[in-house]
């Protein structure tokens, strides 16, 4: 067994945040090349947000030109997963994830320093195959009803890019 840590662990929200964008799990490690949050080749967030406000792709693009992008929107990123032990090269599945020993990040702890917070989605739709995250995205949620923050979980970025896909993304980001 291997202990993976999250490889955005060090990430501070900015306290200026107004929409969150919750996710599972980025792990550490050589085979991923991702520079930022969701920025592996097959993940097109970086597509998603960008074109949401009638701006160019940052897919590919530098860490910098992403921070100062959400610094700009006032937009973080925060995962629910800060640590997971693993028994294979790490599988990146939530469903697998979900049933791993793992250590959770206190996402609502760290929403409560988020005076301007607005807006919060979780990065899929399905619960399924993930009972213990479904559980902590209804804390989650049931916190931000409590405090009127608008909460959706919002078609995966994952796999592939559409123009449905980008409609229901521009829609929570911009409305």
């Known amino acids: 067994m291997t202990r993976v840590k999250h490889k955005f662990l060090?990430?501070?929200?900015n306290p200026e945040t107004e929409i969150l964008i919750v996710g599972t799990f980025n792990p550490e490690g050589n085979d991923n090349e991702a520079n930022f949050f969701y920025?592996?080749?097959r993940n097109y967030l970086w597509t998603l947000i960008p074109k949401a406000f009638g701006?160019?792709?940052l897919k590919g693009k530098s860490q910098s030109e992403k921070l100062d992008f959400i610094t700009e929107r006032k937009i973080d990123f925060i995962d629910l997963i800060k640590e997971i032990e693993v028994d294979q090269v790490l599988n990146y599945y939530d469903g697998y994830l979900d049933k791993k020993d793992?250590?959770?990040r206190d996402v609502i702890s760290e929403m409560e320093n988020l005076k301007n917070l607005k807006k919060v989605c979780f990065t899929r739709k399905t619960f399924s195959d993930i009972p213990e995250m479904k559980q902590r995205i209804e804390g989650i949620k049931q916190y931000c009803e409590r405090w009127g923050i608008k909460f959706e979980c919002l078609v995966t970025p994952a796999r592939f890019y559409n123009s449905d896909k980008q409609a229901e993304w521009t829609?929570?980001?911009t409305e």
């Open 10 to 13: 060090k990430h501070k929200i």
């Open 39 to 41: 920025s592996r080749q």
């Open 55 to 57: 701006l160019e792709s």
């Open 102 to 104: 793992k250590t959770w």
């Open 171 to 173: 829609k929570f980001l």
